[in-house]
């Protein structure tokens, strides 16, 4: 802060004192010159006795004298940076917030602005609920080009959707105002066997006020249930602020906050913690109280063993953190940090243990502004992970300091929404579930639903909240709370491990969402050689086409130079190999994946291909006075167009054959169709007409003793309908 002397205009008053030597100045100019004098001295002392009252914290007092600094005097902000940010702070302290707002956006236009000043006007807009203010503030080039690492705290509201999923309102909440509250600010309630304790300024007297807030002195009160009334509790009292209290029924003894003794080396008083004995009238010290140290806001766990409080205490993570003291056969044993899942750089106070969840108010994550109720799911003492209880328990204001009665549906809490004044609210909660409706499918065939898979449903701790195991139908049902995240890991045998994420973030109503999760089937390796099977030398570059039977998926790998085969085949399915490669005979092996092992090996010889040798095609037959292509049949023809579309030299001789019953006619007849029907196949599969001759033989050519006037089963009569092929060469014609 500049004194006097190094004031422009004090300085200015001095150079004209020295011309005075040598010039001879009007009384008009003399009395403006000791104008400019005392006006400067007047703005400088109140400079002075305004930045006094900040470090003795009488921010009520130090933000009038600001006040009239930066709005009536117009103080240059370039060259008192420090009185706007003390004006600012101070303003908020009495929540004169539209003040502060203003001293801060008056030194935003000047050179002196920082980024922590940036940060605090967002912070201040996020409590007064101006969005846009606040957005444009992250938008100022001292923000926005910041590499302050506080401003990483700043990206997920700006440029993420937190703000939006905060705000969203739930309906797990219903929130009324309490009967029992002032107009001077209630705040901190707690369970009473009579009613409700709460702490409050409602001492209408004020003969000594707190000069922090020029306000009443807090008090604890008794909000009694049977008579309506409030009263004042005689046994929890200091001599300045007591209250924040917790109320041990069993034992009949209060756990309070009240201020300590100032110590005159420390400019503020802080506070300690205390207990009240009802059965002893004795008042005792909390072990670990400091008279430099701020230690409040005691509650018990539900069983007593366990002290919550909030600290600055050496040893934390920045400002005020939740610590916990365990109860020993000596009493409370040294105090442990709540961590850096519950605490951060910033505040967390109020801690309130109930069904194995901490709940406590924070200013440090990510929040709708001021202090927000979050929630953490205890493992022993130790937080697993912190929730933002979202709208509408949450606000832009602050909000805190929530019980919770044994059924956990009704509660109370304590919030300054709407005009900045601390009241308390009823809240009932209600539990609000997102149903999860999956189904778990493979990825083979037809995708059918797989039964007996295991579902391990994670938090996001990695911990495993519940084992499920899906139905016949592939089916299983989970119930999410909202605003999380969890982890699905989906185990079968037969199947890859399957890991899916199951988020409810956003949801703020009972849902049902559906799901499929499709499973790859685990895999075995096959490994094959192929050889020729008169020399034994391995066969390079072959084709192998390896055919699921029952889903019709067709996998096509091809031999290297050392005649190697390898595929990575699903488990439990039945195939058909094919083998083909010019010149060579197209050759079939039939593998299996059920009861195997990791590995398949399993080696296939192909023989070279004879001139005018007739393929035998063991599906091509046909039912009675029948001449279209069954589904195998039609298997057996992809194979053979594999072989041809292979041998772009060779033709194929097509003969079709009946069985003796019917017309020599009518039989040669049906012999020509059955014939037709297997070219147009192969022209529909890639093969040239021209490279097919279809012959017709009836009856002429019966493979067995079948003939007119015998009598044979119908199998044999079978074998007879039949089409055979023949490959030709190119310097085979046929028989024209």
């Known amino acids: 802060m500049r004194t006097p002397y190094t004031n ?78 003390h004006g600012a702070e101070s303003a908020m302290k009495v929540k004169a917030y539209e003040k502060a707002k203003y001293a801060l956006e008056y030194l935003s236009g000047t050179d002196q602005f920082t980024f922590e000043d940036g940060y605090k006007y967002i912070q201040l807009m996020l409590y007064m609920g101006k969005i846009e203010d606040a957005r444009s503030m992250y938008a100022h080039r001292v923000v926005s080009e910041s590499i302050d690492p506080k401003k990483n705290e700043l990206t997920p509201y700006f440029e993420g959707s937190v703000l939006d999923d905060l705000v969203r309102d739930s309906l797990r909440y219903e929130i009324s105002l309490a009967p029992f509250n002032s107009e ?120 007593r063993q366990v002290l919550w409080f909030s600290s600055n205490r050496d040893g934390g993570f920045g400002g005020l953190d939740i610590w916990y003291s365990v109860k020993g056969e000596n009493g409370w044993g040294e105090p442990i940090n709540a961590g850096d899942k519950v605490n951060s750089s910033h505040d967390e106070m109020f801690p309130y243990e109930h069904n194995q969840v901490l709940y406590f108010s924070s ?85 059918g639903p797989i039964a007996g898979v295991r579902v391990l449903v994670k938090d996001e701790t990695n911990q495993v909240l519940d084992t499920l195991y899906s139905d016949a139908e592939g089916k299983f049902v989970f119930k999410g709370k909202p605003e999380r995240q969890y982890t699905l890991l989906m185990e079968n045998p037969e199947y890859e491990d399957l890991t899916e994420v199951f988020s409810t973030v956003g949801f703020t109503k009972p849902e049902t969402v559906d799901k499929e999760y499709t499973m790859q089937e685990k895999q075995v390796s096959f490994y094959s050689v192929i050889r020729d099977k008169e020399t034994g030398k391995v066969v ?74 007739a393929i035998h095609m063991d599906n091509i037959l046909y039912e009675y006075n029948k001449y279209n292509l069954s589904a195998e049949g039609k298997k057996e023809l992809d194979t053979l167009a594999m072989f041809l579309k292979e041998n772009q030299d060779i033709r194929v001789e097509i003969s079709s054959h009946t069985d003796c019953r019917g017309r020599d006619e009518y039989n040669m007849e049906l012999s020509a169709h059955r014939g037709r029907s297997c070219m147009v196949y192969l022209v529909s599969r890639g093969v040239k007409k021209e490279r097919m001759l279809v012959r017709n033989y009836g009856e002429t050519q019966l493979k067995n003793h079948c003939d007119d006037g015998v009598a044979c089963s119908e199998e044999l009569h079978q074998v007879n309908r039949r089409t055979e092929f023949v490959i030709l060469f190119p310097e085979e014609k046929g028989t024209e």
Not at 190 to 201: N, R, V
Not at 373 to 389: I, M, P, S
Not at 407 to 427: A, E, L
Not at 589 to 595: F, G, M, Y
Request: proline share 4%; no cysteine.
């Open 363 to 447: 200013n440090g994550h990510l929040g709708l502004g001021g202090l927000d109720l979050y929630t953490a799911e205890l493992d022993g003492r130790e937080a697993k992970q912190v929730f933002n209880a979202g709208a509408p328990l949450n606000s832009h204001g602050d909000d805190f300091s929530i019980i919770l009665d044994s059924t956990n549906i009704q509660g109370y809490f304590s919030s300054n929404r709407g005009d900045f004044t601390d009241r308390i609210y009823q809240v009932t909660i209600k539990d609000i579930f997102i149903d999860l409706q999956a189904k778990i499918v493979s990825s083979a065939g037809d995708h």
């Open 8 to 85: 422009p205009l004090f300085m200015f008053f001095r150079i004209q004192m020295n011309f005075r030597h040598s010039f001879s100045l009007s009384p008009i100019f003399v009395l403006l010159l000791l104008f400019i004098e005392t006006n400067v001295y007047s703005q400088d002392r109140k400079i002075s006795k305004a930045e006094s009252y900040f470090e003795m914290h009488r921010y009520h007092d130090a933000s009038n004298i600001y006040n009239e600094l930066i709005e009536r005097d117009k103080l240059d902000a370039s060259s008192y940076p420090d009185v706007y940010r």
């Open 184 to 303: 001077y600010g209630d705040f901190s309630p707690a369970y009473h066997p009579k009613g409700i304790a709460f702490t409050s300024a409602k001492n209408h007297a004020m003969e000594s006020p707190w000069a922090v807030g020029n306000t009443s002195f807090l008090s604890q009160y008794l909000f009694d249930k049977l008579t309506q009334k409030v009263k004042k509790l005689k046994g929890v009292k200091g001599k300045k602020h007591d209250g924040v209290a917790y109320y041990d029924s069993i034992d009949g003894i209060w756990y309070y906050s009240k201020n300590l003794k100032r110590h005159k080396n420390i400019p503020v008083t802080t506070v300690g913690i205390y207990t009240y004995n009802e059965r002893t009238k004795k008042h005792e010290a909390f072990s670990y109280n400091r008279e430099d140290q701020y230690v409040a806001h005691p509650s018990l766990s539900p069983d």
């Open 540 to 613: 390079p570059n072959a084709k192998v086409e390896i055919l699921d039977k029952e889903s019709g998926k067709l996998i096509t790998v091809y031999a290297d130079e050392n005649g190697k085969v390898y595929a990575n085949l699903p488990r439990n399915r039945d195939y058909l190999i094919t083998a083909t490669k010019e010149g060579y005979d197209p050759t079939k092996t039939e593998l299996n994946t059920r009861d195997s092992g990791k590995e398949i090996i399993r080696d296939i010889d192909i023989r070279k291909t004879r001139k005018g040798k």
